[in-house]
């Protein structure tokens, strides 16, 4: 009998220890939602313009509920902080859907991975091989490919130019490129085809993820169209590992005679091994690994280093002043006699500040994703584990507090001295993250995306077409993997070099 009293006793100590916890941290502000479903009815706001408007309402730090998946948007600099830097550890997982989940084979990527252990080596591998500056064969295809880009542009000299849709056709040629060198170009089109069709089962609702027991609703169709995709990428990519293993042996790489290594393939097969036995620095990943990372890297720096591009020439069009002071400066410390090189970036400042102004208003992924480890408390507010955290990098460049005229186009702002840099110590501005999870193709990214921009304001002058003016442009953009313009850019090009293209 005194057993159980105590035990009674114990219950319920533990129930008011724990219900006081629960009220001394409360959600942040946000939303009342409705019961089982929450706050589903908001699905479509949850992108960066709708949590810009909710943060308006509710501050920087607002909670949501969809189904059973608690939410958190962060919208303010100093919010930003708190999960990416004072509590980064707990804030560095990725949220995932059952979709992302089977298309990266059970999130066997970098950029789909939890944080821990098996990212870390990912993530190894990437930032020391893959992307490292000291590949320099990623280098080359950004500059090989950007030359046939200004080729084919030459070729439309005083016609119409969509450069949405030429550039989107670039970046596609880098990075396909870079990840699976010359010999599979003959593929590229039902690649591309894979690609669309992984982007949109990326982005598809599926009920099952916040509300499992409803997830008869979506299906058997939607998993026999996961199946098909997967098999599809299967068919593409085990085909392209053999034929490069193959060329590895003919060249007798396997038994260390010689060491060429000339795409991503490459790279990745030096530590592949299905049986644990890769030969790299005792790190050992499978096919799955190989074509999970190699999505990652398509899907990472394809859409985004165009949009970017595509945003910068926008709006140098819209703002004249600043083509013209580009194109000054082009002139200036290149001349008009030769084209612009690599080696003259470091001396073209104000085209840096037109492309760190661009990634400000623009960022290429407005919302960065993470999730919780486990349950945590910022400013006062109570997280819950696994809840997924959208910080708001569109928001938060713009936000008023941070940035005087926000909303201007204004790329001296970044001459002054203490202007924020891109590197992730500045809060206000993280257009490539910030801390465990942000970016490991910035370097990369920002050397296609300056390059490309250098090349298009110094070989051509520009023009909008039908007279249109430069106050007519549509700077709307759209929400989906990356945030593009919503009417894509088109152009004239004229003549501007005193030397022949080509
Ligand atoms: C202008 C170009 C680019 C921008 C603005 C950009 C931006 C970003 C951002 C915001 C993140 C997420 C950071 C976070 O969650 O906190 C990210 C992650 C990532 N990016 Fe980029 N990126 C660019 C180019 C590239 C390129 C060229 C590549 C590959 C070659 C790449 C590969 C990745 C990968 C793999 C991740 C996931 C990293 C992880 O989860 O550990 N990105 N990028």
Redesign the pocket.
């Known amino acids: 009998m005194s057993l159980a009293l105590l035990f009674l006793l114990f219950v319920i100590t533990i129930s008011i220890l724990l219900s006081k916890l629960g009220r001394k941290y409360p959600f942040p502000p946000g939303p009342k939602g409705l019961p089982v479903i929450g706050n589903m009815g908001l699905m479509g706001q949850l992108n960066h313009h709708g949590l810009a408007e909710l943060a308006k309402i509710y501050g920087g730090l607002c909670y949501l509920k969809v189904g059973q998946i608690h939410m958190v948007a962060v919208s303010t600099a100093y919010m930003a902080q708190q999960v ?1 830097q004072a509590q980064d550890s707990v804030f560095s997982n ?1 949220p995932a859907t059952m979709a992302i989940s089977y298309l990266t084979y059970d999130r066997a ?5 939890h944080y821990g252990p098996f ?1 870390r080596q ?2 190894k591998i ?1 930032v020391t091989k ?2 490292s500056r000291k590949r320099a064969e ?1 280098w080359a295809s950004v500059r090989e490919e950007i030359y046939s880009f200004i080729k084919e542009i030459s070729t439309k000299v005083g016609s119409n130019v969509n450069i949405g849709e030429t550039v989107l056709g670039l970046t596609k040629n880098i ?1 396909y490129r ?1 990840a699976f060198g010359s010999i599979s170009q003959e593929g590229q089109g039902e690649f591309l085809k894979i690609m669309q069709e992984f982007s949109k089962l990326f982005g598809a609702f599926n009920v099952a993820d916040f509300i499992p027991w409803l997830g008869w609703i979506n299906g058997q169709d939607f998993n026999r169209r996961l199946a098909k995709a997967r098999g599809a990428l299967d068919g593409f990519i085990d085909k392209i590992i053999d034929d490069h293993m193959v060329k590895r042996k003919n060249r007798g790489i396997e038994n260390g005679e010689e060491d060429v290594e000339d795409d991503m393939v490459d790279e990745l097969l030096e530590f592949y091994g299905e049986d644990g036995s890769g030969k790299s620095d005792s790190i050992t990943i499978t096919r799955d690994n190989i074509k999970a ?1 190699i999505m ?2 398509m899907f ?2 394809t859409e ?2 165009a ?2 591009i595509e945003w910068a020439m926008a709006e140098l069009m819209k703002s004249r002043e600043d083509l013209i002071r580009v194109q000054e400066e082009l002139a200036n410390v290149v001349g008009l006699d030769r084209q612009v090189n690599e080696f003259d970036l470091e001396k073209l400042t104000y085209l840096k500040c037109v492309i760190k102004e661009t ?1 400000r208003l623009h ?3 407005p919302l ?3 999730e919780t480890a486990t349950d945590v408390v910022v400013d006062g507010y109570k997280v819950p584990a696994k809840a997924r955290v959208m ?1 708001n ?1 569109w928001a938060i460049g713009r936000d008023e507090s941070a940035w005087t005229e926000p909303h201007k186009f204004k790329p001296s702002r970044f001459l002054e001295t203490n202007a924020p840099d891109f590197k992730g110590s500045n809060f206000e501005y ?13 370097q ?3 050397y ?2 300056e390059l490309t921009v250098a090349h298009l304001c110094h070989c051509f002058n520009w023009e909008l077409p039908d007279g249109m003016k430069s106050d007519e442009l549509n700077m709307n953009d759209v929400f989906g993997l990356t945030a593009p313009r919503a009417v894509q850019l088109v152009v004239i090009p004229s003549v501007r070099l005193n030397c022949p293209m080509f």
């Open positions: 990416l990725r990527d970098m950029a789909f991975a990212w990912m993530r990437c893959v992307f990623s990075t870079a990372l990652d890297v990472g720096g985004t280093v949009s970017a990634l960022p290429p992924i960065l994703l993470h910080i990098a993280i257009p490539f993250g910030s801390g465990r999870r942000s970016c490991p193709g910035m990369l990214g920002l296609a995306l």
